[in-house]
């Protein structure tokens, strides 16, 4: 059975497929065809699936790799179209489960079965949380659309770690709520690569965010839409500024509009062209002797000191 052109298994032809239930296919074969999709995934790198692959590379683009039963469970709630599964037998009942209530008809979906050891052998990995799953992307969203319908904004520059991307999803998802919009640039990796999408406990799935290839000019944009754009640096590298403010301030300095928050690279920070298109640069007031924090818990400081007076939460 071979892969067609759009990159999905093929399912024609499968002995007993109940059309109301997802094909199950039983794999014992490692060098199977039907798993290119699934093979190797501890050597995809964050933003191109299978580097140096064709056709793997473009279902980055289309397709978001997920693990762990949550993670499904996750998929199905928020409408994403789930187009196959690998999994173990003891999984098998449980998929079907979140297979009724998937969007499509369940007989779309395809689940492959093999014993754990076959499915490390496929992933690259070993294989711990029971289920992966290859889900078509949601449609793109306009970074100003996203803005005109956002409380806030937090704006990420050039992020590298997954882990790091992930927890911001989660940490604006619990103090900005949904009214709080993320917006990366094409520098930053992949808020759905599956290492993010995990850490983030599902809410890079929920979360609304954008992907912009110039920030600077959204960043402009956005003082038409009634945003004041506050980059967070380190304090020993902005106070001289003359649009530096204390953390304490923001708030008051809102006047009636928005704040769109930017964070930078985890080793270098925002850029200065960045810093410079920003109304405000700000840092967050720490001990002598330490400058900086995780760009996660950077994210988490700023957003509650204004999630009272936005009654964000």
């Not at 094909?23 to 699936?49: P, V």
């Not at 953390?247 to 704040?259: I, N, Q, T, V, W």
């Amino acid at each position: 059975m071979r892969c067609p052109s759009d990159g999905v298994p093929e399912t024609k032809g499968i002995i007993g497929i109940d059309a109301h239930q997802p094909h199950i296919i039983e794999i014992t074969d490692l060098d199977d065809d039907r798993l290119l999709l699934f093979s190797g995934l501890r050597d995809r790198s964050a933003h191109h699936i299978a580097r140096g692959s064709q056709l793997a590379g473009r279902l980055d683009e289309e397709f978001i790799i997920a693990e762990g039963v949550f993670i499904l469970q996750t998929l199905v709630e928020t409408g994403h179209t789930v187009v196959a599964v690998l999994t173990e037998p003891a999984r098998v009942d449980e998929i079907r489960e979140l297979a009724a209530g998937a969007s499509g008809s369940a007989d779309q979906l395809t689940v492959f079965v093999a014993d754990r050891s076959v499915l490390s052998g496929i992933v690259g990995y070993p294989f711990h949380r029971g289920v992966i799953a290859l889900a078509r992307r949601a449609v793109s969203v306009d970074a100003i659309e996203l803005a005109r319908r956002s409380s806030a904004l937090v704006m990420l520059e050039n992020l590298a770690n997954h882990e790091n991307v992930g927890s911001i999803f989660r940490t604006v998802a619990a103090l900005g709520g949904q009214q709080t919009g993320i917006i990366v640039n094409e520098g930053c990796t992949d808020p759905m690569y599956r290492r993010s999408v995990r850490v983030s406990m599902g809410h890079a799935l929920r979360q609304p965010f954008a992907v912009v290839d110039d920030l600077v000019r959204v960043i402009g944009s956005l003082r038409d839409e009634q945003y004041l754009t506050v980059a967070l640096a380190p304090a020993s590298s902005v106070m001289d500024s003359p649009s530096y403010v204390l953390l304490g301030d923001l708030s008051r300095l809102l006047d009636g509009r928005k704040p769109a928050l930017v964070f930078g690279s985890e080793a270098h920070g925002l850029t200065q062209e960045v810093i410079d298109a920003c109304d405000r640069v700000c840092s967050i007031p720490m001990a002598s002797g330490v400058d900086s924090l995780n760009v996660n818990v950077s994210v988490g400081v700023v957003l509650a000191s204004f999630a009272g007076s936005l009654g964000i939460v």
